[in-house]
């Protein structure tokens, strides 16, 4: 846990369980990744990118290299090489329609659902080439959790959503102990743990995005993918997220695509520019990386001229 | 200064002042159309409420409710100590045939909905559907013969073995389901296509295979639309006259037993009122009662429908 943020609130560590869920004491072996679940939230950022806390050398959990994804006879992105390391939380940013999504969909197997795209190239997670013949796309995904632009709670009850990843996947153990565990981690216990049984639609829309990051913590992955998480949602709401990030960055590397360039700044600590290329005949769009680099490097000391160019406000 | 602000304040006034033009006739009487075909569909409800009325009142001015109602034999059309006013056959026959109608039609038509709406490829959801409307709108007296020609000697007699009468209520029950499985199939279909990508996208990002999406998160979110299907598979099947008057037999039975014969409220007003009976005779009158009866039936199964269909509606952006 971050030792920067605030002191965690006593109520956090041993979380006041409903009738129904088991001894709270069974879940102390999660102490340490216990988010600090108190009313009052520091809205401040809490040095997210851990200047001198990432260590070095990270361990590689995604090596992607010339990744490429056509639509039909389209090509959306070409050439993408990036590799993303545990604990780390990597942004995304370029202008709408430079692939951004597009590359994280083929992260966790997401583009397998759209009619006709195609996935070119390699992407390595932890060193098993997750486009070989033999990979179940359904396991992939179970591994690698994701979020999405929109909230999109299931039209459960808030308990169901969370269970929801679990029962699918088969996980043994006590559900209450995981929705538990999960929603704590979502940073949203102390917000419903008396209305688990409600209509996940009843929530607030910052709300419905933390359930839905909890339903996809439920599972334990180990990378969490969000495609601009943060755009339907209020700044109090995005601040919550963001301070959830850097406590998920704990343990699990993220990886965020987002136009918001403060928040990539923010929360990440190295960061891809993308851009498009406009193909002769003006038509065809293929995004490309321009840079990838420590986040500061690329806020502050870009070595390309198109990144500085979007960086500073003069593009895109 | 003044003078020149006050033209135009009066030439703006001029040009926004509603003119009694040709444009606003014609509006009027569009509007007027419009309210007329309105009317008359609400008109045309009254008047057939009215005139089932009048002959319900008259017929309860004779016979007692009571007799009407928990009366179990049906035979109004005999006379002297023979006639007896019992609807329950009647309703019985209705409900147990609809019953065996749904039997089929249910499973059949839902598993018909998942497979098109989450399994089928595009190009087989694209030739199916329009097939399954067309049957949907297939005139009935097609399945009533198909139940009488082929049913019942063929599929019930020949390949099963099954002893049933020449009219009976099974061969009638079983073609009733294929009459509105297609109807419960394409409504259920268009109602979990209704349910947005984004649904189905969380799903399946979270490790759900397509059953698992198909059944956990698409079929629990289209459940209104869905049971709206079932409850308008059922009205079909409930009023529905010509298979049964055509496969089903025409004397009224309570029996469990569906090889025999069975008589519908629907088929009862049909096979009557084609007959000779003389207006104004009490005879004449039980075919407005049992089309009150039916009526009054249907219209508690809307409302049923509707306040389900309200009660579990999700709303999604």
């Known amino acids: ?316 | 200064m003044n003078a020149v602000s006050t033209t135009t304040v009066e030439r703006v006034r001029a040009d926004l002042v509603r003119a009694r033009s040709a444009r606003s006739a014609r509006e009027s009487l569009i509007k007027g159309l419009l309210f007329f075909a309105a009317m008359l569909s609400i008109a045309t409800t009254t008047a057939i409420v009215v005139t089932l009325l009048q002959q319900t009142i008259s017929f309860f001015g004779e016979i007692s409710p009571l007799s009407y109602f928990a009366g179990t034999k049906w035979t109004p059309l005999l006379s002297g100590d023979q006639q007896s006013f019992g609807v329950l056959p009647l309703l019985w026959g209705t409900f147990y045939l609809t019953g065996i109608g749904l039997l089929v039609a249910v499973p059949c038509g839902l598993l018909a909905a998942i497979y098109l709406a989450e399994f089928a490829k595009p190009k087989v959801r694209k030739s199916v559907k329009p097939i399954l409307e067309l049957l949907a709108g297939m005139p009935t007296i097609i399945f009533g013969y198909f139940a009488l020609t082929f049913v019942t000697p063929v599929i019930l007699r020949d390949v099963l073995g099954i002893p049933v009468s020449q009219f009976n209520g099974l061969a009638a029950g079983l073609v009733l389901g294929l009459l509105v499985t297609p109807t419960i199939a394409s409504v259920a279909e268009d109602a979990m296509r209704s349910v947005p990508q984004s649904l189905r996208e969380g799903a399946y990002g979270l490790g759900a295979g397509r059953l698992q999406v198909a059944l956990r998160v698409v079929f629990p979110a289209a459940l209104s639309g869905i049971v709206a299907a079932l409850i308008l598979g059922a009205s079909r099947a409930i009023g529905e006259t010509v298979i049964i008057l055509i496969a089903g037999g025409q004397s009224p039975s309570m029996s469990l037993n569906p090889t025999g014969s069975f008589q519908s409220m629907a088929s009862f007003i049909a096979a009557t009122a084609r007959g000779d009976i003389p207006q104004g005779t009490l005879k004449y009158e039980t075919i407005f009662v049992v089309g009150f009866t039916l009526f009054c039936v249907t219209l508690l199964l809307n409302a049923i429908s509707t306040r389900v269909v309200a009660r579990y509606r999700q709303v999604y952006e």
Not at chain 1, 17 to 31: F, H, I
Not at chain 1, 126 to 136: F, M, N, P, S
Request: glycine share 8%; hydrophobic share 35%.
């Open chain 1, 1 to 316: 846990m971050s030792t920067s943020s605030a002191g965690p609130n006593p109520d956090s560590q041993t979380p006041k369980a409903p009738a129904e869920v088991g001894v709270s004491g069974s879940v102390t072996d999660l102490t340490p990744y216990l988010p600090p679940v108190g009313n009052e939230y520091d809205l401040e950022m809490t040095d997210p990118k851990g200047s001198a806390g990432v260590p070095d050398p990270v361990e590689v959990i995604f090596d992607c290299s010339d990744v490429e994804v056509h639509y039909g006879e389209h090509r959306a992105i070409r050439d993408v090489s990036l590799g993303f390391g545990l604990r780390e939380v990597t942004a995304l940013i370029g202008p709408s329609g430079c692939g951004k999504s597009t590359f994280l969909r083929c992260l966790n197997r997401m583009n397998d659902l759209i009619p006709n795209a195609k996935v070119g190239g390699h992407v390595m997670y932890h060193g098993q080439d997750l486009y070989a013949d033999e990979i179940d796309p359904v396991q992939v995904r179970k591994r690698i959790g994701m979020v999405f632009q929109k909230p999109n709670p299931f039209p459960k009850s808030i308990y169901d959503n969370v269970a929801f990843g679990p029962r699918v996947v088969g996980m043994e153990g006590n559900m209450d102990e995981i929705v538990e565990r999960a929603l704590i981690r979502g940073a949203l216990w102390d917000e419903v743990k008396d209305r688990l049984t409600e209509n996940a639609f009843g929530m607030s829309g910052g709300q419905q995005q933390r359930l839905c990051i909890a339903r996809a913590l439920a599972t334990d992955p180990d990378v969490l993918l969000m495609d601009e998480p943060c755009s339907a949602l209020d700044p109090i709401s995005t601040g919550r997220i963001e301070d959830l990030m850097a406590e998920l960055k704990e343990r699990i590397s993220i990886v965020i695509v987002t136009h918001n360039m403060q928040q990539a700044a923010r929360v990440s600590d190295k960061t891809a520019f993308f851009t498009v290329e406009m193909a002769e005949d003006e038509k065809r769009r293929t995004g490309v990386v321009v840079e990838y680099d420590a986040t500061d490097t690329i806020f502050t000391n870009p070595s390309d001229k198109r990144t500085e160019d979007y960086v500073t406000g003069k593009f895109g």
